[in-house]
């Protein structure tokens, strides 16, 4: 018998990293040794309080009750696909197709790999969220990095995008809101944008997770809304506005002149036949949460402004610490204002003081001065408690 070998892994799993987990490996060496921990790493709102909706849950159940335990359509039941047409419709939005998909990041894995090939690149926000990073690094594609200016609210970096475009760039990707800045884009912004994807005929890809969880009263605006011609993917679902992330339930709405994304579509929908379905009773939260009771979304978005506010005086309070407001989402991103490694300070900041929190350059390499991003779920005395711990931290250190 010949001798077993060792399997080795693909190359193309050598640089995935999702930074907000992996952070947690130091997380995990605290608490054996004793330490308490103050997670504020993980964007999942019913870790912190906050409840599915009701009315959500029924309706999954009552499909069971139902019998719609078989697969569905792979593109989604008939009642979803309709409700996130007419919802899309509604702001502006011209749908030429609808996929329901296992959480929004299945949505953006069928995006992209309906899309690159390998040496392609697509435009990704640097601060941004690390899933693109990590499907492309996949895909043997890259994700090429494009900044956004803290000194103008985390809006992107116009002319810094175009700088990064050539002739093997296939997308741009936004994030509005922003994780993990909390921006919301201007309508000036999402113009500029526009025209830059006509002039390079680029897709554009537009995740859109928190658009119901603005906290300024600013006015969210859908990207596909301003051109009904540019091939345009909107990515959402019921994690974060419907407080619903375990039900990994999303969807992409494609929209564009139809002879531009024909072909497109039908490869994204090989990809949607290929996996099956979504989860099917899950499904029919959908058009029930589209369509029914919205009382969630004030009492939540009430909770993050003052939570939010919270976190912004109390870190530009902080010696050594600045923090722009985030407009939206509930995520800060607050700069370092020394010369640090910031995945070194985070690591500390974690083994000293039990505050979990993620290293800024796990969102993306731009910008280059230190960063971490928090989020501020939690109730106001749990921030306030990681708050004074990170100040006796910074005051100690620094």
């Not at 700069?335 to 000293?352: N, P, S, T, Y």
Request: hydrophobic content about 35%; some cysteine; proline content about 6%.
């Amino acid at each position: 018998m010949s001798e077993l070998k060792k399997i080795s892994p693909s190359r193309r799993t050598e640089h995935i990293e999702y930074a907000i987990r992996d952070i947690l490996q130091e997380a995990n060496r605290r608490k054996e040794r004793g330490g308490d921990l103050i997670y504020l790493n993980i964007g999942d709102p019913v870790l912190y309080g906050f409840h599915t909706p009701r009315h959500l849950m029924d309706a999954t159940y009552e499909a069971m009750l139902h019998n719609h335990t078989n697969y569905s359509a792979s593109e989604g039941v008939p009642q979803a696909v309709e409700a996130i047409k007419n919802e899309a419709r509604a702001k502006g939005i011209e749908p030429y197709e609808i996929l329901v998909t296992t959480g929004a990041s299945e949505a953006i894995d069928f995006a992209l790999s309906a899309l690159v090939n390998k040496g392609e690149n697509v435009l990704v926000p640097s601060p941004g969220y690390p899933l693109y990073n990590a499907l492309l690094s996949r895909l043997i594609g890259e994700a090429r990095p494009y900044l956004l200016d803290e000194e103008n609210g985390w809006q992107p970096d116009i002319d810094h995008m175009e700088s990064q475009i050539d002739d093997r760039t296939r997308a741009i990707v936004l994030i509005n809101p922003n994780n993990p800045t909390g921006a919301v884009y201007s309508r000036d912004t999402l113009q500029q944008v526009v025209d830059l994807a006509r002039k390079y005929n680029l897709l554009i890809m537009s995740d859109e997770i928190y658009e119901k969880l603005i906290l300024n009263g600013k006015q969210h605006i859908s990207i596909a809304a301003l051109d009904k011609e540019t091939p345009m993917i909107t990515f959402n679902g019921l994690s974060k506005s419907y407080l619903a992330p375990g039900f990994r339930i999303g969807w992409s709405i494609v929209s564009g002149a139809p002879e531009l994304v024909e072909d497109y579509t039908e490869a994204m929908r090989k990809l949607a036949r290929a996996r099956l379905c979504a989860s099917h009773p899950k499904q029919f939260a959908i058009p029930v949460a589209l369509n029914g009771n919205q009382a969630h979304l004030t009492e939540t978005r009430q909770k993050l402004r003052s939570r939010r506010d919270l976190t912004v005086d109390r870190l530009n309070s902080i010696p050594g610490l600045s923090c722009q407001e985030p407009e939206g989402a509930f995520y800060a991103f607050p700069r370092i204002e020394r010369a640090v490694d910031d995945q070194e300070f985070v690591k500390k900041l974690i083994r000293d003081t039990g505050v979990v929190v993620v290293h800024g350059s796990g969102f993306g390499r731009l910008p280059e001065t230190p960063h971490f991003r928090l989020v501020f779920l939690p109730d106001e005395s749990v921030l306030n408690e990681a708050y004074d711990r990170l100040e006796d931290f910074m005051r100690e250190n620094f």
